[in-house]
């Protein structure tokens, strides 16, 4: 990936860039994109971030059996507290598990976190490539 590269040289703060091959014609029913990836973290993240401080712990009403689940399978740094890279992380490792068992030749989905965007000025996102 040239555009990784060029990230590192000039936008090292700059998280890479992973798109899907536009160009592959295997198709999987019931697949997420990004897109439903980045909707359904935004509505779990409004579902459970009760207090709106962008991430969810206790100190948000939610009961504790979701709130150990979520911190079971969601909290990648142990902190206690899921945030919404983590949230988007998590729905993607789903959306990845779910694939290798219905749709093995499919392919990974790999999403950037679409909620803290470094700015870099001149970088190219998915659309551009
Ligand atoms: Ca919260
Ligand atoms: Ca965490």
């Known amino acids: 990936m040239i555009e990784n590269d060029w990230r590192d040289e000039y936008c090292p703060e700059s998280e890479h860039v992973y798109c899907d091959c536009p160009f592959t014609v295997a198709s999987c029913d019931g697949a997420w994109t990004c897109e439903d990836i980045y909707n359904i973290s935004v509505e779990v993240i409004n579902y459970y971030d009760t207090n709106g401080d962008g991430s969810i712990n206790l100190e948000d009403e939610i009961d504790s059996e979701h709130y150990d ?3 079971e399978y969601c909290d990648y740094n142990n902190d206690g507290s899921i945030d919404s890279c983590e949230v ?4 993607v490792d789903c959306e990845n598990a ?5 749709c093995p030749d499919y392919g990974h989905v790999y999403c950037d976190c679409p909620f803290y965007v470094s700015t870099c000025d001149g970088a190219w996102n998915c659309t551009d490539i």
């Open 69 to 71: 689940v979520l911190v």
């Open 88 to 91: 988007h992380q998590c729905i």
């Open 98 to 102: 779910w694939r290798d068992e219905y």
